[in-house]
């Protein structure tokens, strides 16, 4: 038996007996303890559960940052629906490059799309990365997770043929979101900007559209307005003359 020393914890002493079957593999993990505390590498919690420091990351860090509300709603669903069933019972400092390769590879057998399990790698290396700078682990085994090649078919987006275009701002001329039709079909703004536009984003002297804001859905909240995603998504965009004329003939109705 051997008693490893965490220090205090919540103001108290935290020593953990650790248990081997001979006398020579404890001694050895004696001597690690030892060499690790004079190199100034931390303990390690050996019982520590990835599910558990999942939370902490969500509530402590990734909640209170300043990431957008649909990337921390999309990262708590991966984490919750995903991450945590499959993985959230290892112990943290058990964790294997090949455990969660080996995750990542079910979710392609699954069907999951790239995109899907190019986030759930991010989740997963984001969180681990933490764990690094807490000292909960001393490397991050997600550091060079491959995304594997999704089995499922790429869907395949089809657009509108100019007179299908036509024929569609046409028919909705007689509706109430003839401009929201206009803007999408021919600026080619996203849904979420699109309905985020306010008066004060449109400059008709110099046939402007500033785009800064945008609609997101959020998971337990609703629909919610706030900045884009990036810096990037922030722009100013020279309008065609017919959506000038729609925009004020809308401001009129």
Known sequence: MVEIDYGFVSGR????PRYFKTQEEAIEEQRKARQAKSEGIANLDRRSRFGDFLTYWLEEIVKPSERAESTKSNYRDMVNNHIRPALGKHRLVELKHEDLQRFLNRKAADGYSTSTMRTLRTVLHQALNEAVITEKITR?????LRVPKARKPKRKVVALSKED???LLEEAKSTRLYALYVLLAMVGLRRGEALALRWSDFDESASTLRV???VTRVRGVGLMVGPTKSQAGQRTIALPARCVEVLKAHRTA
């Not at 002493?13 to 953990?16: A, E, F």
């Open 140 to 144: 991050n085994v997600a550091e060079t």
């Open 212 to 214: 800064a804001r945008q």
């Open 13 to 16: 002493r935290k020593r953990v």
């Open 165 to 167: 275009g036509l024929r």
